[in-house]
């Protein structure tokens, strides 16, 4: 039983197209996130959604759009893809706000020609 | 900004001996520090995590040290393993909650044979 999952696990597209990333957690939980780690291997959080309400909105450009349906799902639409948007994006989850430990999904690597 | 920055980039060891990872952190507010462990094209994951009112906290072979004065938590790992190779990623939390993390850069250990 996969507890984070998301898809597609690997996407190549060109500059300037729109494309999706979905993710679901059967957990149980109540926080979901996505991360943005890029070639150098940074992470960094790009959003949060507690119960399908927006938390953290890290001054993403605004062609990044999440959506939560409901709290199990949280997917991320990237309109205008950019060169610089290749990265691997994580989507993580967590018991609640302020329980700590986050379990991430296996990665969706995005590569953007 | 806030910020973690986190020492060495890469380290090798031989398997048996001791590894030890160093963090520093700017927010003087930060309460939540977790480890965690990515091997290769696999997810991150939680090894240990320990909160500002604890000093110390062990996990078998793995322990954290936190220094809140000096604002500097450190991960040990005694008799590494092959398997322990992996890159390790010190976080710590922004503002009063734990939600938001702010990852350190890594640190790819290697444990030779």
């Known amino acids: 039983d996969t507890a984070v999952s998301q898809t597609p696990k690997y996407l190549v597209t060109q500059m300037g197209n729109d494309k999706s990333i979905k993710c679901e957690q059967n957990l149980g939980h109540d926080t979901m996130y996505w991360y943005k780690q890029d070639s150098k291997k940074f992470l960094k959080i790009m959003f949060s959604y507690n119960n399908k309400e927006l938390i953290i909105n890290e001054t993403v450009p605004n062609r990044f759009s999440p959506k939560s349906p409901d709290k199990a799902h949280l997917n991320l639409h990237i309109n205008s893809l950019e060169l610089g948007d290749s990265a691997v994006y994580f989507c993580?989850?967590?018991?609640?706000?302020?329980?700590?430990?986050?379990?991430f999904g296996e990665g969706s690597r995005l590569t953007v020609l | 900004g806030e910020n973690v920055e986190q020492h060495p980039s890469t380290l090798s060891v031989q398997e048996g001996d001791s590894a030890v990872i160093k963090c520093t952190y700017s927010d003087s507010a930060s309460n939540y520090f977790p480890w965690y462990k990515q091997e290769l094209g696999k997810r991150p994951q939680l090894i240990i995590d320990?909160?500002?009112?604890?000093g110390e906290k062990k996990d078998q072979r793995i322990a954290v040290t936190l220094n809140k004065t000096a604002k500097h938590f450190s991960l040990h790992i005694t008799e590494t393993q092959p398997e322990d190779s992996a890159v390790y990623f010190c976080a710590a939390s922004i503002g009063l909650g734990t939600d938001k993390l702010i990852f350190g850069t890594g640190t790819r250990l290697q444990v030779f044979p």
């Open positions: 320990i909160r500002s009112n604890v």
């Open positions: 993580a989850s967590s018991q609640g706000l302020n329980t700590g430990e986050l379990f």
